[in-house]
């Protein structure tokens, strides 16, 4: 019986026969699934899918992408210590007894600093004849005047010794380093011991700041 107009027939080499209604054959091969047990097909070279390559900066991207971590610590500038004015700490020690610490060594330091503008930074001695100290102060104005007051007879009398700005290193751009030096052969009189009192002032903007070592000003004992 024929239906649709179409009369099929399975030839021997797998193919189907179609008859059309105009008596017009058309031959096409069958096809049959496969089983998995035979594998996949195999897929013709040319339509294989094929792979490209484009780099980062032909899309307007960054060719290489480096991420930091851990940056690497600045390299501060080295702030002198007593090893730069003394041969040895015995040496120093040997001459000129220091009754305080030193400032830069204590942990309220820089809250000192911004509380009263100026500290002590620190002391030295210089071949164990002069004594070397720096001053720390805010940059509160370009003119400034720093320095010491200094006394031996418990402030019977006094005298004022100006710092000079230390150019060699500057600890930042809101602080100001200045250094000072005592020669105590000046004060000896005869005599064999003698106590230097100090504390520092800072002058600017027609203010007036100090630092007296929380009142107890700071003392150095000299032998000579």
């Avoid at 007593?82 to 204590?106: G, N």
């Amino acid at each position: 019986m024929i239906k649709n107009g179409y009369n099929r027939k399975l030839s021997s080499s797998n193919s189907i026969d179609d008859e059309d209604e105009f008596g017009q054959r058309a031959i096409r091969k069958a096809t049959y699934k496969r089983s998995s047990s035979e594998g996949a097909p195999k897929i013709p070279i040319d339509f294989q899918k094929t792979k490209s390559v484009r780099f980062a900066d032909c899309l307007g991207l960054d060719l290489v992408y480096v991420r930091e971590f851990c940056k690497s610590p600045p390299i501060l500038r080295r702030v002198p210590s007593i090893s730069d004015y003394c041969k040895m700490k015995e040496d120093f020690d040997s001459k000129f007894q220091c009754q305080f610490e030193q400032p830069s060594c204590q942990s309220n330091f820089y809250e000192k600093l911004h509380a009263q503008n100026v500290v002590l930074e620190s002391i030295a001695s210089e071949d164990q004849h002069l004594i070397v100290g720096f001053i720390l102060c805010v940059n509160l104005a370009y003119k400034k005047n720093v320095g010491i007051r200094v006394t031996t007879n418990n402030w019977k009398t006094w005298e004022d010794s100006t710092a000079n700005f230390y150019e060699d290193t500057r600890p930042s751009q809101f602080t100001d380093r200045f250094i000072f030096k005592i020669d105590p052969s000046t004060f000896k009189n005869g005599k064999k011991i003698v106590n230097l009192e100090f504390a520092v002032w800072y002058k600017v903007n027609g203010m007036e700041f100090w630092d007296n070592n929380s009142k107890k000003n700071y003392i150095i004992e000299v032998k000579f």
